[in-house]
């Protein structure tokens, strides 16, 4: 579908939390209408209907994904299953109930519990400031393969994690410095650098707003099943906490700034 120049620049206003919707809702109407172009009368049309019948497109949550299934080159992993198995459980937790119950007023998007899955470090989909961020990972591994010294994985490794020291037969891994993209597995031509532990980051209670906070990373990494797994303990304990409809992240600081463990799982992370 085409867009003019002032219906882009419309959409630019709408705020980016909502923006996809907006967008996805404004070419469907106008695909409806009979329109090949979407021009700003159109925009306004659907975003006035849009705001109006805000708390009918409030599902109760949101999962938000990178641009990894659809070919990214950096994936570090690819479980393409998790998103849907996550799906799955927000959705059996019927959060929209909870929310209707819970929040005063009209439901609006900011109550939404969200996830967001990233397929490698560059977090496109930025899971840094959701409820629930899970980042893909591939840990590097040496292998007893020869190592020919190209310096193709110290090209690779954009944190300078990786070096050739003088003397030494095979590269040097800094691993407090690695974020376990897998760019050096994959640039890596003699198999010398493999992939290890394979896995996702999980990160837990970020939030923007009035009062933002960067998500806390639990230590380690987890497996598909673990990651389930721990989003239903964050629902569970989101229900049990959330009073008036606030959201997962302003309820998990105010439990961890009182030094509790608001997710078993948490346990393996320590306090901060």
């Known amino acids: 579908m085409n867009w003019s120049a002032d219906a882009e620049a419309a959409m630019k206003k709408?705020?980016?939390?909502?923006?996809?919707?907006?967008?996805?809702?404004?070419?469907?109407?106008?695909?409806?209408?009979g329109k090949k172009t979407v021009t700003l009368a159109e925009v306004k049309a659907t975003k006035k209907r849009y705001l109006q019948r805000m708390s009918d497109?409030?599902?109760?949550?949101?999962?938000?994904?990178?641009f990894g299934p659809i070919g990214c080159p950096n994936r570090a992993v690819e479980g393409d299953g998790l998103v849907q198995r996550l799906e799955d459980v927000l959705k059996?937790?019927?959060?929209?109930?909870?929310?209707?119950?819970?929040?005063?007023?009209?439901?609006?998007?900011?109550?939404?519990?969200?996830?967001?899955?990233?397929?490698c470090p560059n977090a496109c989909s930025q899971p840094q400031i959701r409820d629930m961020g899970i980042i893909g990972a591939a840990?590097?591994?040496?292998?007893?393969?020869?190592?020919?010294?190209c310096e193709a994985c110290v090209e690779a490794c954009k944190e300078d994690?990786?070096?050739?020291?003088?003397?030494?037969?095979l590269p040097v891994i800094d691993y407090d410095r690695c974020l376990m993209c897998g760019q050096c597995i994959k640039e890596c031509p003699t198999d010398t650098i493999a992939a290890g532990r394979t896995g996702y980051r999980v990160l837990l209670g970020g939030k923007l707003g009035r009062h933002?906070?960067?998500?806390?990373?639990?230590?380690?990494?987890?497996?598909?099943?673990e990651v389930v797994e721990i989003l239903k303990?964050?629902?569970?304990?989101?229900?049990?906490?959330?009073?008036?409809?606030?959201?997962?992240a302003a309820v998990f600081w105010k439990a961890r700034d009182k030094k509790e463990i608001p997710v078993p799982s948490l346990a393996r992370a320590g306090d901060s």
Request: glycine letters at 4%; a negative charge.
């Open 57 to 66: 497109e409030i599902r109760g949550y949101q999962v938000e994904t990178c």
């Open 161 to 169: 994690a990786i070096t050739l020291d003088e003397g030494k037969e």
């Open 139 to 149: 840990e590097p591994m040496l292998t007893d393969e020869d190592c020919t010294l």
């Open 92 to 119: 059996k937790a019927n959060l929209r109930a909870f929310l209707e119950k819970h929040v005063v007023g009209d439901l609006k998007h900011h109550h939404e519990f969200r996830v967001s899955v990233a397929d």
């Open 233 to 248: 303990q964050c629902i569970a304990f989101y229900k049990k906490k959330s009073k008036r409809g606030e959201r997962f």
């Open 212 to 225: 933002p906070r960067l998500a806390e990373e639990l230590q380690g990494l987890y497996s598909e099943d």
């Open 14 to 33: 709408v705020p980016f939390f909502v923006r996809k919707r907006v967008r996805t809702r404004v070419e469907k109407e106008a695909e409806e209408a």
